[in-house]
């Protein structure tokens, strides 16, 4: 073979493996770290992991948050109007999160069926929804508290 | 009126952007010179309806005229004179106008600075420029006026986003576009010298200062967001590796590797199709990160809104630009012969693999930003992709990355020998290695990941230097030898260093940072390593267009005070929602950062999240050291020295008898 294009097909045979190492090792970061997303209703169904993170979006069930005394902890509960779970966390929630607004919490399912959260990300501003939850809601419809007049 | 004016100056931009694109695209084929000078005035009258266009946005935000819907929606009397000037690119409508304002300044900048150029090459350069406008524009009369009226005039507006007020975010998206649109020049270059035919290295040496310039402003325009994240959002973080924040790194690491390989292409002829593929991909993803911000597919902090309609436009948009500068380019690239050839070690050969390694790192933040869009859109279920993954591949590539700058600084070019590199090489590999250990002796504790961060700045630093006094290695370093180094020289040095100095900071802030939530009660402290942060309580306070609570934090360090630090909680009269704001006491080795949360229990207790962030400002600084070596090497001659040689040849070839 021609020096040039040995020199060429060395250099192109280095690149391809490089490449490929890199995006084997990319692959596995990369499955290691997709979360899925579940409905409190999908949860309770048991069709989320435990021990493994993910996502679970809902509505911030209304007088539901509990916020400790002595911690930071914060005790909540996110519903999809059908099943409800209840989620706690450890840190300064963020500044939107209210009770009965849309809210996406990160985290992992303990053995109580308490979703540990590590991070809760709430709607950005007034009129924002997180897609997964306008989606899961669509057709679900709040249960009025009011008691209706006669 | 003024309003109605606006409007109209935009009609007219885009009718000057319709004359611009079509008539030297025309000319360019038939030869018609009268067609080909038509390119320079008709982009310099679109720059100057564009101007008018935005100035009149601009005077309706500051005289509070909320019959424009736009200015009703994202104004508000109380707002200050400088905000009402940032609200004009403050959401969609006026985004775009400031896209398209830019992407004028740009064109005209091109009409005033590029005398030197063949004015076919130019009128072709303007017609690519000019299909972009009319793009941008149509898409912005069609679906996002922002001079629409509202039929019932509210007497007040609904203001400004209150995180958008603020200095750093009122600069953060004019620097970002400046950037993201410069891009847009090189491409422009790219798809012109293809479509002549003729890719030489006089295109590449003509594009080098404008993708110089575009890289500055998109490097500044990412430290600035990052910086604003970091301080205005309040909790301490400074990326977060937000599809958004994603969709402006792409375009910098894609245009990293252009810098880079335009070099190659300018000095030694080689790389050219390359070089032209990735001037196409830095453009295309900077409209895509246009795509992914304005078209609502994406949810983050920036997407305000989200309007299917709109989406689709700019996907059209994008495939079409795409779609056709890589055909272009598939008919074109064949043509090209590289003339420079260069053996297996050589700089251009570490040049290559830095191109590849930015390119595999830009298509992996690629694949986790749009792999969530593309599972929902087969219905395959909702994913995320965690920042840990960004995480891993930014380190998996960094490294090798790092590694390369310093042989790739002082390897030849064209061809090197392995004997001559290998002694110095080794030395400095083990003189990093032992510094990077003693420096880490310093940290508080023991890191894999900090040992090699550090081992890898210390090798970008020694390599660096090394490498810039390889210049003077015969000659004494006086002033004359070193003024007579020309100033890219300088430049890619300095850029180098800041890359050691924001290696520093990330590795340091990322592995030694403390943070911890906390609630505390008037008068309780919690020690986190050396610091005591002592919570003296939080009081009311009022301000112009806000109310809320300011905290009173005292850190002490061995019983001595070393900041007083007031962080507040604000709630903006026209929002419902409360605004952290943190409390920052910055230094060069470390940051204090102490923000409120919420009050609980009677005995005004508060949550409290206290930071320690070592060497955060390092990334920033780093950054901006980054962007002025490239600012130096914008300054080089060479760029100067052409535009004399062409011109001498143009006399010379306009007098065919006089003396070379």
């Known amino acids: ?150 | 009126m003024i309003p109605e004016l606006g409007q109209f100056a935009l009609i007219v931009a885009l009718i000057c952007a319709f004359i611009q694109a079509v008539l030297p695209l025309i000319g360019s084929f038939t030869r018609i010179p009268n067609l080909i000078a038509v390119a320079k005035p008709a982009a310099q009258a679109q720059f100057l309806a564009l101007s008018v266009a935005f100035a009149c946005l601009v005077y309706a935000f500051v005289t509070h005229d909320f019959s424009v819907a736009y200015v009703a929606q994202n104004s508000n009397t109380a707002l200050p004179l400088i905000y009402r000037v940032s609200a004009v690119w403050g959401a969609h409508e006026g985004s775009l106008l400031l896209w398209a304002l830019t992407l004028g300044i740009w064109t005209f900048a091109v009409t005033i600075f590029s005398r030197q150029i063949p004015s076919i090459m130019l009128a072709r350069v303007l017609s690519v420029m000019g299909w972009i406008s009319i793009g941008f524009l149509l898409f912005m009369i069609i679906t996002s006026n922002p001079f629409e009226r509202l039929l019932t005039v509210p007497t007040q507006g609904k203001d400004l986003n209150p995180l958008l007020q603020d200095f750093g975010l009122a600069i953060h998206p004019p620097m970002l576009y400046i950037g993201y649109v410069g891009f847009s020049v090189a491409f422009a270059f790219a798809i012109a010298a293809m479509w002549s035919g003729r890719l030489d290295a006089a295109w590449a040496r003509w594009s080098r200062p404008w993708t110089n310039v575009a890289w500055i402003f998109l490097t500044l325009g990412i430290t600035l967001g990052s910086w604003w994240a970091y301080y205005e959002l309040g909790w301490g973080g400074w990326w977060f590796w937000d599809p958004v924040e994603n969709a402006s790194l792409m375009p910098w690491i894609v245009g990293t590797a252009l810098v880079h390989s335009l070099a190659v292409t300018d000095k030694r002829s080689s790389f050219k199709a390359w070089t032209a593929l990735l001037a196409i991909f830095a453009f295309s993803l900077s409209l895509l990160g246009t795509f992914l911000v304005r078209s609502g597919v994406l949810v983050s902090v920036h997407s305000f809104a989200s309007d299917p309609e709109r989406g689709l436009f700019i996907l059209v948009f994008l495939v079409l630009v795409v779609g056709s500068s890589l055909l272009l380019y598939a008919t074109r690239a064949p043509l090209i012969k590289s003339h420079g050839h260069f053996a297996l070690f050589s700089r251009e050969t570490a040049l290559l693999l830095n191109n590849v390694i930015l390119v595999v790192l830009a298509i992996s933040i690629l694949g986790g930003t749009l792999f969530p869009i593309i599972t929902v859109a087969l219905e395959l279920g909702k994913y995320s992709v965690g920042a840990p993954y960004f995480n891993f591949i930014f380190v998996l590539l960094g490294t090798p990355l790092a590694l390369l700058l310093g042989f790739g600084q002082f390897t030849r070019w064209k061809q090197d020998n392995f004997e001559r590199i290998v002694r110095p090489a080794s030395i400095q590999i083990v003189i990093s290695i032992i510094l990077g250990g003693l420096t880490i002796l310093l940290m508080p504790h023991f890191s894999v990941y900090a040992l090699l961060g550090m081992v890898l700045a210390w090798w970008v630093a020694i390599s660096t230097v090394y490498s810039f006094l390889q210049r003077f290695k015969n000659k004494s370093i006086s002033l004359s030898a070193l003024g007579k180094t020309p100033p890219s020289y300088y430049g890619t040095h300095i850029a180098h260093l800041g890359v050691m100095i924001f290696c520093i900071g990330i590795t340091i802030t990322s592995i030694y940072s403390s943070k911890k939530d906390v609630l505390l009660k008037p008068g309780d402290s919690y020690q986190m390593s050396e610091f005591s942060y002592r919570f003296e309580g939080a009081k009311p306070i009022v301000g112009p267009n806000y109310r809320g609570y300011e905290g009173l934090v005292i850190v002490t360090k061995n019983e001595k005070i070393i900041a007083e630090m007031k962080p507040q909680k604000r709630i903006y009269f026209s929002q419902q929602n409360p605004m952290t704001e943190a409390a920052i006491d910055a230094g060069v080795t470390r940051d204090l950062f102490v923000a409120l949360g919420e009050q609980r229990g009677a005995e005004g207790a508060w949550t409290l999240r206290l930071y320690y962030k070592p060497f955060i400002r390092w990334i920033w600084f780093g950054a901006v050291i980054m962007a002025l070596g490239g600012m130096i090497a914008t300054f080089d001659k060479r760029y100067r020295r052409a535009k004399k040689r062409v011109a001498v040849k143009a006399t010379a070839s306009a007098a065919p008898g006089a003396p070379a």
């Open chain 1, 1 to 150: 073979m021609h020096p040039a294009r040995a020199r060429r097909l060395t250099l192109v045979i280095v690149m391809v493996v490089g490449v490929f190492i890199a995006g084997g090792f990319a692959f596995f970061a990369f499955q290691d770290n997709l979360m899925l997303y579940f409905t409190p209703t999908e949860v309770a169904a048991g069709k989320a992991p435990t021990g493994q993170r993910f996502n679970v979006g809902g509505m911030v069930a209304d007088g539901s948050v509990v916020k400790a005394s002595d911690s930071v902890e914060v005790r909540f509960d996110v519903t999809d109007y059908e099943k409800t779970i209840t989620v706690t966390f450890s840190d300064i929630l963020p500044d939107l999160f209210r009770e009965g607004q849309a809210v996406i919490a990160k985290g992992k399912l303990n053995t109580d069926g308490v979703f540990i959260a590590d991070e809760v990300l709430a709607k950005h501003d007034e009129n924002y929804m997180p897609k997964e939850v306008a989606d899961m809601l669509k057709g679900k419809t709040k249960p009025t508290t009011e008691t209706s007049k006669p």
